[in-house]
Structures are given as C-alpha cells and as structure tokens.
C-alpha cells in the first residue's frame, strides 16, 4: 500500500491569502493524485484530477503541481467559502488511499 | 442531473447485518466503477474498495477485505456495501462515488452520494 502523508494538519491563513498545502507519495504515483474539498456536514468534492488539472467548475484561484512523491495544492486567495478540510488521493495503485487531510482555518 | 442517492440512516447493533444501497440517478452506472469510502466521526476518509457494475469485478483494501463485501446489480444501476456482523467499531458515514471516467479502472472519484450514517449501539 502506498501511504499518503499531508502537511500541515491544520493551516491558519487570513482571507485574501495564499495557502498551499502538500501531499507526499510514500512511492511515486506518476500523475496519478486528486485533491478534494470537504466542508462540514456535506460529502467531499472533486477539485483537481490529473495532479493539476481542475475539475468542473473549480474555481481558477485553486492550483495543483508536483508528479512523483510531491504534490501541492495552492489557493492563491482565500474566499470564506475555501475554509475547509482538504484531501489528497492516489488513484496509482489499489488501495487507492487519502492522505490525512489538511484543514484550512481562518487565522 | 446526474448524481449518486444513497439509501438512508441506520441504527444497529452489534451482531446484526445491514446491506445499504448507492443508486445512480440519470443515468446508467453500467460502464463505472463505483466506490465506498468510511469517515468515522471527526476523522477523514478511508478508501474501502470498488466494483465494476459491468462485471462485479471488485477490489478491496486489505484494511477492509474480509470484514465487508460490495455487491452490485447492474440491471437497477445500484452498488451495495454489507456487513454480516456489525461492531461498534463500524459506526461511521460512509459514502458512494463513481470514477471520473466509464471503464477508468485507476481514476478520481468524480461524483459522490450524499453519504449514509451507520449507527451501531447496543
């Protein structure tokens, strides 16, 4: 099983600021990685497939890079609505597990 | 509109079965694979296998193999996940999703249902 390990476990950012947010691949997974969004009480949402490749409707403020092991997530502007948990996937290999999760909190 | 409808709340205990269901609205789930995902509360998500509803191929994690099985009927576009013995332990949400792509056997989970909350107290 390729283990997911994500940091920080908590991001304490202002609105109008940048965060980013890493994923790493305990092997590589190629471009194998999706990022998700969770908010409270709902179930998770698509945002990147393909390691950097926006999902439908995703606003254009969030980024994914990296290929390999090393993977980000960078949301160039917090919005109110971007505070939230968010996860990484690899899709590379069965299982195809999440990583721990990084939750985005207003500073 | 195309979307994932699970079946309802559950509360057990422990000891009994439970079979609960993800249907696919709007469209045929066919030609995906669908796949169950465990949040227990206040922790994050745990991938936990996936069937192909073309041919019930299934895959499981080995965190999970043994203690669940997933089961489809294609003819009614529904992907299932059951317990024969339910613990405490299991007291989770647990949600359905269907990969980006049909066919796509290694792929993001496109589409999620809304989640199922599975109770189990005695």
């Not at chain 2, 195309?2 to 079979?19: I, N, R, T, W, Y």
Request: glycine share 10%; proline share 4%; hydrophobic share 35%.
């Amino acid at each position: 099983e390729i283990v997911m390990t994500q940091s920080p476990v908590t991001l304490s950012v202002s609105p109008g600021e940048r965060a980013t947010l890493s994923c790493r691949a305990g092997q590589s997974v190629g471009s194998n990685l999706a990022w998700y969004q969770q908010k409270p009480g709902q179930a998770p949402r698509l945002l990147i497939f393909g390691a950097s490749t926006r999902a439908t409707g995703i606003p254009a403020r969030f980024s994914g890079s990296g290929s390999g092991t090393e993977f980000t997530l960078t949301i160039s502007s917090l919005q109110s609505e971007d505070f939230a948990v968010y996860y990484c996937q690899q899709y590379n290999n069965w299982p195809h597990r999440f990583g721990g999760g990084t939750k985005v909190e207003i500073k | 509109e195309v979307q994932l409808v699970q079946s309802g709340a559950e509360v057990k205990k422990p000891g009994e079965s439970l079979k609960i269901s993800c249907k696919g609205s709007g469209y045929s789930l066919t030609n995906y694979w669908i796949g169950w995902v465990r949040q227990m509360p206040g922790t994050g998500l745990e991938w936990m296998g996936i069937i192909y509803l073309g041919d019930s191929d299934t895959k499981y994690s080995p965190s999970f193999e043994g203690h669940v099985t997933i089961s489809a009927d294609k003819s009614i576009s529904t992907a299932y996940l059951q317990w024969s013995s339910l613990k405490a332990s299991d007291t989770a949400m647990y949600y359905c999703a269907r990969h980006k792509y049909s066919t796509s056997l290694h792929d993001a989970f496109a589409i999620w249902g809304q989640g199922t909350m599975v109770t189990v107290s005695s």
